[in-house]
């Protein structure tokens, strides 16, 4: 193998998983360690860089950074489960100082550039288009249906997940950065929006229509079948305050863990969860799941609704065909009818959460716009432009339902587009993200971070009383990290992002590291192509998705080679070493977004 290039910004921001993981580049790590340090502020504000939306996230995200967790792969005791990473980031959004947040935040531009921005929705996609621009002068005018920002994550996640303060909160931060708000003002043509000459358009409108069931039944007994995205605005508007008592939610994603819950809220005692596929198969996150279960909600599956059932005018329940899940000559998996009795559940209303599709009457099919054949717009996934270039699309709009962080990415890639197009510079130039890589040696055994490794397991959020939270629609159900056990989990971090550096020239090769390691991931060995070096390493390297860190040839020939992906970044191969071949670096990487630094051609690197 060729020796590594540790100057390619992707090596180590590779290695630091979670940061890899997360659509907007979140650096975990960092702010991990200032929530541990006490720095709230500092953490929310190294959030809100990234994410825009530290307290809404720190409740709703989809989690994309736990899975990809080191933590979970490398335990060795008890069940391996990864940092609370997204309620660590609630912490820093409750306990930070919000004057002194609000007073470190970037000014409303003092001048305008004369360049006017057009976003139409609240929701995040177009909130992180117009925080990025807004302070480099531009107009942005934010268009929305409702009469407060946010979008989805006002309308349809409930308030027992996310307080409405919340929510005021961080959409006001960004609307109070010189952005245009315009509520209750729905965008009906985007030939007439074009008409009023800005010069771009940002679409951030969402997924908003949700897939019906065209079943025996359903006409018949419509008054008590719901689409589950518009019950749930339905609810948050007070339009609905109540629901029968025997409730079938059919679906397997976040909407349908979110209408199963609000409907034990509301009336609902007898609710129930039914899906066509397995239990491990449903798109929902598996806290989502738990929770519902949690709160006394089964989930029923291998059942395909076929009939909606109706007496006199009104829905009585649903008829299931009993499946299973088999897989064919070519192993692809198909369900199969079991050849067993159909199954009947009594049911006062259900609730079809079984998708979302994207929605675009106002949008004009002769005005350069392509589409799909589902529907979905034609857009560059690096640069979020469609085939009419003035025209951009992020969020759900874009590539269809997703979660929060990805539409925030979406936005920040929108901005860099947006920002360069409209200085005369070729938006595929991406811009590089700023990095550096710093010592952390303070001593011959001490670094400026805490390396020692904590053997807790993950602590669990604490929850207020079920009979309390089952009986308001609008108590939070999760009371958050305590200072104390916020530092704990916080203590668990691995501080993936401090490297192991290596510098063949002052190695003498005493294998020392090789000794010291707990994991047994140095090796000093002979070169050979990948497949074959990952097999004859001190301990195999079986992750092929990690890298392997490859030096040059040292003075006896060998190489060192070590597997990034089971490494603790414990320090104690630097701390062992005797001629410092082996140091600790911090490695923080922040992508470029939209401003100075997106029009330079080079990445930014310091290195010390």
Request: glycine share 8%; with cysteine; hydrophobic share 40%.
């Amino acid at each position: 193998m060729k020796a590594t290039d540790i100057r390619v910004p992707d090596y180590f921001h590779k290695v630091v998983d979670c940061q890899w993981a997360c659509p907007a580049h979140t650096p975990v790590p960092e702010y991990i360690r200032l929530i541990a340090a006490g720095r709230h502020d500092d953490a929310y504000l190294v959030n809100w860089k990234s994410n825009v939306f530290p307290g809404i996230l720190g409740r709703t995200c989809d989690r994309p950074c736990e899975p990809a967790c080191r933590r979970g792969r490398v335990e060795q005791d008890g069940k391996p489960e990864p940092v609370a990473i997204c309620r660590l980031k609630r912490v820093a959004a409750d306990n930070k100082d919000h004057d002194a947040v609000r007073a470190r935040m970037p000014k409303p531009a003092a001048k305008k550039n004369g360049k006017r921005i057009a976003c139409v929705g609240a929701g995040p996609s177009s909130l992180t288009v117009a925080r990025d621009l807004a302070p480099l002068g531009y107009h942005v005018t934010v268009f929305e249906a409702e009469r407060k920002g946010g979008g989805f994550m006002r309308t349809q996640v409930p308030r027992f997940r996310l307080p409405e303060e919340v929510i005021d909160e961080e959409v006001g931060y960004v609307l109070d950065l010189g952005v245009e708000f315009r509520g209750g003002a729905r965008i009906d043509s985007m030939r007439d929006l074009l008409a009023q000459n800005y010069d771009v358009v940002f679409v951030g409108s969402g997924a908003p229509r949700g897939r019906d069931l065209d079943l025996p039944g359903r006409s018949e007994a419509a008054a008590n079948i719901h689409i589950g995205l518009d019950w749930l605005a339905s609810v948050y508007f007070e339009h609905i305050k109540s629901i029968g008592k025997r409730v079938i939610v059919l679906g397997g994603g976040n909407t349908a863990m979110d209408c199963c819950r609000s409907s034990r809220r509301l009336g609902g005692e007898d609710v129930k969860v039914i899906v066509r596929s397995g239990f491990e198969e449903m798109k929902a996150s598996p806290w989502e799941k738990e929770d519902a279960m949690h709160e006394g909600i089964p989930i029923l599956n291998y059942l395909v609704p076929k009939t909606f059932e109706h007496r006199d005018g009104k829905l009585i329940g649903m008829t299931f065909e009993k499946v299973r899940a088999e897989r064919d000559a070519k192993g692809r998996r198909q369900l199969v009818a079991t050849g067993e009795p159909d199954a009947f559940f009594e049911c006062d209303e259900v609730l079809i959460a079984v998708g979302q599709e994207n929605a675009f009457p106002w949008i004009e099919r002769d005005l350069g716009i392509a589409f799909d054949e589902w529907g979905l717009p034609q857009v560059d996934k690096a640069t979020m432009q469609s085939t009419l270039p003035k025209v951009f699309f992020g969020g759900d709009a874009a590539f269809g339902p997703k979660n929060i962080i990805w539409a925030v990415a979406h936005g920040h890639e929108a901005a860099v587009s947006i920002d360069k197009m409209l200085s005369g510079e070729d938006i595929h130039e991406r811009p590089e993200p700023a990095v550096s890589l710093i010592s952390q040696k303070m001593g011959i055994h001490e670094w400026s971070y805490d390396n020692d490794i904590s053997n807790d397991q993950r602590y669990a959020v604490p929850w207020r009383d079920k009979d309390a939270t089952l009986k308001s629609i609008k108590v939070e159900v999760e009371l958050g990290f305590d200072a104390r056990t916020a530092f704990h989990e916080a203590q668990r971090c691995l501080n993936c992002d401090v490297q192991t550096v290596f510098t063949k020239d002052v190695c003498i090769e005493c294998d020392a590291c090789v000794d010291i390691c707990p994991m047994d991931c140095i090796s000093f060995t002979e070169n050979d192509d990948e497949a074959a070096l990952r097999t004859h390493l001190t301990a195999p390297a079986l992750n092929l998705a990690q890298s392997l860190y490859v030096s040059d040839a040292l003075k006896t020939g060998r190489v060192m080679v070590k597997d990034e992906d089971v490494c603790l970044h414990c320090g104690l191969c630097a701390e062992r070493c005797p001629t410092g071949a082996w140091d600790m670096r911090k490695f923080l990487l922040e992508t470029t977004q939209a401003g100075p630094g997106c029009h330079k051609r080079a990445a930014q690197r310091t290195v010390a």
